[in-house]
Structures are given as C-alpha cells and as structure tokens.
C-alpha cells in the first residue's frame, strides 16, 4: 500500500550540464580512484560530483555520461558529509527519496580541491541503497583517497598545460615557418620588381646614406652590398673615382631634403662603350606621418634614345629654316632680278609706242638690248640654281682634282693672257676628290673667275691653290691677292644670292651662292677669309673623302 | 585736282627747282627715270648714283654746303657695294648733321612682303615704291612736297 502513498522525491533529472565538466580528470584515474573509494566505502556506488547552475552533477565509475540532480539541499559543503541513512535523518524528513541510479539510503560527500575561477569545486561521492555505517578507519582511508584525488586532479592539470603549450609552440612553430615563408616570397617579389626594373633606383636614409640600391644603379653586385650604410663620398673613394659626382649629388640631395621638394634633372655620363648615355633623374623625399624625412628616393631613367632624337629633330629644325631662308632669298631673287628688267622693258616698250619721233625711238630700242639680256643672263642662273637643289640624281665620283683646275684654266684662258694671272698649284697631281664633276667644274670657274674678276689694279694676279686631306675630310683652299671684302660688313650676306660687294659691271652676285648651294649640296661648308686690298681665301671642306 | 594743280604749278614762277637723287644701279631704270621727270615739266635738278656709297659719300662731303642736298631721294635697295638697307643705316648715322628737309622713298623692284615690312622700321623712309614709278605717283609726291612747303612756311 506503501507504494500508492507518493512520497516528494529528488530524482535524476536531465541537465545540460557543460560539455567539458569533467575534463580536469584523467578517466583512468578517476576510475581508479572510484574503484578504490568504492572499496574502502564496502562497495558503496563512487562518484565524483561538482555543481553547476545549482545542478550537481555525477560521474560515476566507468560512466561516460554524468548524471545530475537539483541541489536544493545542498549536499555538497565544502566538508565532509555524511547521511547514514536517508530514511531516518531528520534533515531530509520532507523529502526521504533521494534518487541516484536508483533510490538512495546512504550518502557520503569528501571535498576535493578549493574551488576557484579556474579550478572547479570536485567531490569525492560515495551512495548506497541501503543505510550504511561508515567505521572510523574507512573515512580515514577516504580523506587518503580523496587527497590522492586531489594530487591526481593537479597532475593531470599540470599535464594537460603541458600537452597545451606543447601544441601551442609546435603550432607557433609551424605558423612561424608559413609566415616567414611568405614574407621570403613578398621580399623576393618586390626584390625582383626592383632589380629587373630598367631604371636606376637609390633609397637613402636622411643623412644621404644608401639604404637600397638595385642592379640598375650598380651592375657590380659587391660594389651594392659595399655601398650600404654609406654615402657617395665612401663609394667614391672605394672605386677611385674623384668626388665631383658625389659633390653634385650631395647638393641635390641637399636641395631635396630642404625644400621638401620633388626635383629633377638631366645628366649625361660616358658609357663604357663611350657613347654618351642620358639619363633623367628624380629625387624625392618621402615623409612619415610627423612629417619627418623618412627618406629619399632615386631614380633615374635611360632617354638616351629620346635625347638622340631630340638631337637629330633639331638637325633636321635647323637644316629645314636653313632651307626656308634660302627658299626666301630665292622668291626674293626671282621678284627682284626677274621684275626689275621686265618692268624696264614694258616702260621702253610704251615710250616706242607712244614716241612719233624716229631717232627717239632708235634711241629707246638701243635701251632694250641691255634689259634683254641682263633678263636672259638671269634667268639662266635661276634655272641653274634650281637644278642643283632639285638635283638629287647628281653622284659623286673619284675624279682627279688637277684634271678639273687646268680645264678651267684653260676655260679662262683668254682673261688669264689679259691679265698675266700666275697659278701656284701645291697639291700632289695624283690627288683625287670624290665630288660630282659638274660641280667641281662649276666651283672652280666661279671661285676663279671671282679672284680674276676682282683683281687688284696694283698688282699682277696671284693665284694659290691648296687641297689637303685629313680623316675623310678633304680642305680645297684657293688664296687670291685681289680686291678683298670687308668681312665685318659683309659677313652675313656673303654667300647670299644677289649679293655684290665690287663695282663690276658683270658682278651680278650669283657665282659664290651657286658655289654655297652645291657644296651644301654634297654636305660640305665654305667659308672665307679676307682683307681689304690684300686678298681673299675660300675654304671649302669636303666630306665623305 | 592733280590737273588743277599742274596748271597752278606751271604757271606759278614761284615755285623753285626740285632737287632729285637717284640711288639706282640699273642704267635702264636711270634713263627711264629721267624721261618721265623730263615729260611732267617739272623743274628738276637730277644727280644719278649707281650705288650707296657713293650717294653717301657725297651727303657727308656736302656737310658744309648743304644746298648741294636734294629734295627727294629715290633710293634701290639692290645695289652692289652698299645697298639700300646700308644706305639707310649710315644715313641714320648722320641724320642729326642734316638741315635740310630730304623726302627719302625706296623704289624697288621687290614686291616682298618682307622687305616693306622691313622699311616701315625706318621713320625717314616716306613709302615704299614698287617700280616702275608711274607718272601720277611722281606727281603726287611732288605735289605733297609744295603742300609742306607751303605749310611750313606759314608755321
């Protein structure tokens, strides 16, 4: 009947105790240590037991799972506890069931450690269905049992720091390694953008000292590693170079440093092959964020190509203004020398219409002969001067010199007799040029025919020839004893078409610009030297001898 | 008016010779020159120079006796020895010893652009002439010459 009567019970209960309550222990000690509670309790059902969110919890010997109870009473003191038998104890007279993997007569609780943040509060638990008496001796061997709990508890703690920084440290180890496998491939990286960058890159620290220099900068791989941690001067000096680059660049680095500013510059070394190499050059600081100078940086790029370029554009300005004054000089010549006679003629040609008288206009045709061929002369040497520009089929071959002096001597011959012209010719007759012949024919007769034409009334001509070569160049030099140009007056119009410098009555100003327009023709130069009343030298410089 | 002017011209004895300087190297253009002067009437004086230099020349031998000085100079711009720009460069050079009012016009055979650009640089230079000179044009400048003789006289 007994068993109709409910009695309050306190009954196992399912609780979601945390997962790792019990991982201070090592299982088999603790099974050990139950089994050997177990023995000195006479066979009472061991445990241990620690509380959590007002839930004790169990873990019996050989059970995985723990069990829970609500600790309503608080069967865990930090003593010992002991209820002989549950039935008959009056402080759980209000509920005489107590369930543990069945009813419980017989209960028993050692503390094990002191509890802490770190540390759970464990109990040595002992339980029975039936009431039990524990002797003296046996409660004595469970303190024993319950210390050695708590020595196992600390070992295995001990151990398990062990096992954790074991782990923690292979682990640092290994992240280690992966780390510094890393950053070795980001340094190879930028490393390898530096070195193989086709520019020449320096970093120095504030005092101009080189904190990085690539291959581009030095090519010498112990002359970069030397270079660290010192400046220009050093490197000067190790390389037994004089100091002016460094001198140079200190001042740079001084201006950069100072004004904080960005500059840039062109500079042109010798290369090795000694060919002239450009490079453009930066120089720029870089600042932290107190706006201190961390450092600069260098570089510098090769426009050797771009300078060369640059030079042959302005070769090329310079000989197309050339060609557009020449160009102008012509139109100038054509309106002037070709519009003169003409308007000249159509004058004449209304006063003969307009005249009744016969004589007079006998006297006005007279007038047109000279008008005539001043205006035929003029145009032929227009046409001519055309040719030689627009000449571009005209080759050059190995011809004699003296061949072509003597036939133009022998050309002049009649003013030659008439003025009792003498030739001093001072070059080897095995002599050749490499020249056009019609253009060497041309120039001689005009430069000749110039020193007669322009003779002295003083003195008897005397004409010198001269031609030299040196390095592939070829120097023709012919010195008359004539007339002479004031050169301070006339220099800038002296090879200038239309220009005359004497009173001649066939001085039309022509010779020496055709002479000018076909040695430039051929790449060469002319030029002169004179004296008034003493005389004139021509040079002219042939090139590709 | 320029016939107005002609007939007041001839029949007024008042009006004195003209002085003229031709600076030209061209025979033709000289003789041309000349025959017009002749056909207009006008009373000239010519001297022919058949280059700069020797107009120069006889400016700065004339210092003294500057009467000599023409009225007018008709000046070339190509001419050997010194040309017209040189001309007009050592004239400036003695500008300041000349007394004489002297009417300077360049007569060329150029129609550049350039070079009557280049003349505009030039304050004594009273035109640019493209040759020929036309009968009206000579009589134009002729008669600007009375009217500022005129005018200066009454200043």
New interface residues.
Partial sequence: MMQLKRTPTIAWKQNNASANLFDDWNNDDMNSLLKLASVAADQATAAIAVAENGFLNFKLAGNIESISISDEFQLLANKVFIVEDLLHDIRFAAFPVIEISGPVRFFFSYPLNRGSESNRQFHLCLFHSEPKKLSKSAINLLGLVAKMGVRLLKTNKQNLQLKKNEEKFKSSKQVGKLVAKQLDQQKKFYENILNKLPTDIAVFDADHKYLFVNPGAISVKEYRKYIIGKDDYDYAEFRQRDKSTADYRREQFLRVKHTGKEIRWEDSLKGPAGNTITHLRRMFPVHDNEGKLSFVIGFGIDITDRKTMEEKQAVLVEQLSAKNIQLIDFCNIVSHNLRGPLVNMSLLVNYIEESTDTEDQILLISKLHPVIDNLNTTFNELVESIQIKQDLEIKSEHILLIDYLQSTIEGLGSIINKSGAHFEVDFDSSMSIFFPPKYLHSIFYNLLSNSLKYQSPNRSPLIKINYTKINGKALLSITDNGLGIDLIKHSENFFKIGKVFHRHPNAKGFGLYMTKTQVEAMDGKIWVESTPDIGSTFFIEFSNQ | MVVLFLLNFQTNSMIAEKSIFLVDD????I??TK?LILNTKIAAKINEF??GQQALDFLTDNLEAQDQYPDLIFLD?????VDGW?FLNEYLLIEKLINKKIKLFIV?????P??IERAKNYKIVADFII??ILKEKFLEIIENLCQDDSTSGMA
């Fill in positions: 061209d025979p033709t253009f003789f041309l025959k058949s280059d711009l190509s001419m050997p020895i040189d060329s055979s150029s129609i550049s350039h070079d040759k020929p």
